[in-house]
């Protein structure tokens, strides 16, 4: 039923009752009003109590059926609790409602002021949570700002022959001329967002179109095919600066530091110049050579590694021996649909998906995860990447390739290549 206002009131004393016979509201107050009257005392006469404000309006239902009358009562009180219990014991005493035998039974007595303050601590509760809410809705905005300006262009297309670009290309006034797909792909990862790909010696109409009124690159293999392509471009654009891949390999199999290091400063290398970067071992450690012609320009071009930041190659023992891995239709699907994405996959050990993000967020999303096993992600494994896994009790990362590894924990890894998924 309905509680009435409580105003001070301290206790709600709640009664049932039952009467063999047809009575009415005004029937059970009176009863309870005359039957404990001089009971206990003068001083707790209901009626005294009212008039003194510690008893508060009685409530009444009553429910009749079959010459029965049954129902609750409900008596505010603003007493001490013991005061509060020696009414209900008085009430439950009542025998009779008029000629009817009648039944009081004590259902409990209520603090309303317990009651308030649930009340009060569900509403602070409710206030701390809508403003914790607005606290980390505003700050998710502002680190969705930070990374909407740092991540990664994406990739897309231009003309009729839909040629593999990054976003780009479109209001960059650089303009990068690569010879494929992969290699577009490549450069995103490495930050570069203005690159297109040519698709073969063939050059499409459509990349005169894009290039015209701006600057243009040509970044191309460091092999013979690379060098069939330059010329064909030079006979349809007009190239600023040609950069190209160490000798004997692709665009598309340099890491993200070495495309830094030679696309990094291509605004300060004189027209026309080409700039060969070649990467050779000498006693274990990596070293990068100039041509000839390259030491002429030396002022222009950085070192890529210089004498005093050589790093030791660290061998990997990566178990590339089949175990199941190369032949999982798990992982198989996964890289489908992560290739291109730039995005991580956390799996469990019974291979189902713990999280997916971007693999720009995947190494803070470790420490906050449990339960990961497998690790696949469509960019390079790192240092970084393979301590956080280590923390986080990863046992296998699968990505496109490695970055230079100092230290490796026993944790398994591949790349997308070695177990053929490329």
Not at 231 to 238: A, C, D
Not at 278 to 297: A, R
Not at 345 to 367: G, R
């Amino acid at each position: 039923m309905d509680l009435p206002s409580t105003g001070i009131v301290k206790y709600h004393v709640k009664l049932s009752f039952e009467v063999d016979g047809l009575v009415e509201k005004a029937d059970i107050i009176g009863a309870i009003f005359g039957q404990t009257e001089g009971l206990l005392g003068p001083e707790m006469n209901l009626n005294e109590l009212q008039k003194v404000s510690k008893v508060g309006r009685i409530e009444v239902n009553v429910d009749t059926k079959s010459n029965i009358a049954k129902g609750d009562a409900l008596i505010p009180m603003s007493t001490d609790i013991s005061t509060a219990a020696l009414i209900a014991a008085a009430i439950e005493s009542i025998d009779k409602v008029g000629p009817f035998q009648a039944q009081f039974v004590l259902s409990g007595i209520d603090d309303i002021r317990a009651i308030k303050k649930k009340v009060i601590v569900d509403r602070a509760k409710k206030i701390v949570q809508e403003w914790a809410t607005k606290t980390i809705s505003e700050g998710e905005e502002m680190l969705k700002d930070v990374y909407d300006a740092s991540k990664p262009g994406k990739l897309t297309s231009f003309g009729k022959a839909q040629l593999a670009c990054g976003t780009g290309v479109f209001n960059s006034e650089w303009i990068i001329l690569v010879e494929g797909r992969a290699d577009v792909i490549n450069l995103l990862r490495a930050g570069f967002d203005n690159a297109i790909a040519i698709e073969g010696a063939k050059i499409d109409e459509s990349i005169k179109t894009l290039t015209d009124g701006k600057k243009v690159i040509a970044f191309l293999d460091g092999d013979r095919a690379g060098d069939l392509i330059l010329k064909e471009l030079q006979g349809l654009v007009n190239i600023e600066k040609v950069y190209r891949a160490p000798q004997g390999r692709e665009v598309e199999e340099c890491t993200p530091l070495e495309i830094s290091e030679i696309l990094g400063n291509i605004s300060e290398t004189p027209k026309g110049e080409l700039v060969s970067r070649k990467l050779t071992q000498f006693s274990g450690q990596k070293k990068y050579h100039k041509s000839d012609k390259e030491k002429t320009i030396a002022q222009q071009v950085p070192q890529v590694l210089s004498q005093q930041n050589i790093i030791e190659p660290v061998a990997i023992e990566n178990d590339t021996s089949k175990d199941n891995i190369e032949h999982n239709p798990v992982i198989r699907e996964i890289y489908s649909q992560i290739n291109e994405s730039l995005e991580a996959i956390l799996l469990d050990s019974s291979m189902n998906t713990i999280i997916k993000v971007p693999v720009s967020e995947i190494v803070k999303k470790l420490d906050d995860t449990t339960g990961g096993k497998v690790l696949i992600l469509d960019g390079i494994v790192t240092q970084r990447l393979i301590d956080a896994s280590d923390k986080a009790g990863i046992a296998q990362i699968v990505g496109h390739r490695l970055a230079d590894i100092k230290r490796n924990p026993s944790i398994k890894i591949n790349t997308f290549n070695e177990i053929g998924l490329k």
